[in-house]
């Protein structure tokens, strides 16, 4: 796995390394208007680096997508990821007092819907498991519970908030990578994540 994962890294190491240009810009759009500009740009770009890696070198990108999983399970996890986790999360939040209901320093969905819908369901879910579920991860799978505790910090603090649901789809994405070994599990249940948070939003409103 780790021999595929570098042979992996190799061909796309250029951009992953623009991946630290997104926590920046992620960061800085509270500061340009609550603009999903600088995010969707540099997840986009950095998303055609993934898919140059996966067209020259598809064994090992299979490898780090599949992991210990066949199809049927890596289905079973990414919906247990994806829908299970965050669905648990809310209940939680919802039976907590709302002074311990943690903060939010995002933007949310302020600017233009369409671009923050592409970026959040189809580019998130793909650079950021890339970040911190492929590479963060793989530089501490020496230590599996430490690799899912500082993965998930990250991936929390860069998106500007802290609560129940959050942080049991953190967990839940680092955790099925650490102890499946497959990345697949976490792209397909973030984006069945951020589909259903999306849904909310049109359907229920904000």
Not at 124 to 148: C, H, I
Request: glycine share 6%; net charge positive.
């Amino acid at each position: 796995m780790e021999a595929c994962y570098q042979e992996f890294m190799r061909v796309g190491r250029f951009w992953a390394v623009l991946i630290i240009a997104i926590v920046g810009a992620f960061a800085a759009e509270p500061l340009v208007r609550h603009s999903t500009g600088p995010t969707l740009i540099a997840y986009a770009i950095v998303a055609l680096g993934i898919l140059r890696a996966v067209v020259m070198r598809p064994l090992a990108a299979r490898t780090i997508f599949v992991g210990d999983l066949d199809l049927r399970k890596l289905l079973i996890y990414s919906v247990i990821v994806g829908i299970v986790a965050p669905v648990f999360g809310i209940l939680i939040e919802m039976a907590l007092p709302p002074n311990a209901r943690g903060f939010d320093l995002s933007p949310g969905f302020d600017g233009h819907f369409a671009l923050i819908s592409v970026t959040a369901i189809v580019l998130a879910p793909l650079v950021e498991t890339l970040f911190f579920q492929v590479w963060l991860q793989s530089s501490l799978a020496r230590w599996p519970w430490l690799s899912v505790a500082v993965a998930s910090i990250a991936f929390i603090a860069i998106h500007l908030r802290i609560d129940a649901p959050l942080v049991a789809s953190a967990l839940a994405f680092t955790g099925v990578r650490a102890f499946t070994r497959s990345s697949g599990a976490a792209v397909i249940g973030h984006t069945l994540t951020n589909l259903l948070a999306f849904s909310a939003y049109l359907f229920v409103g904000k």
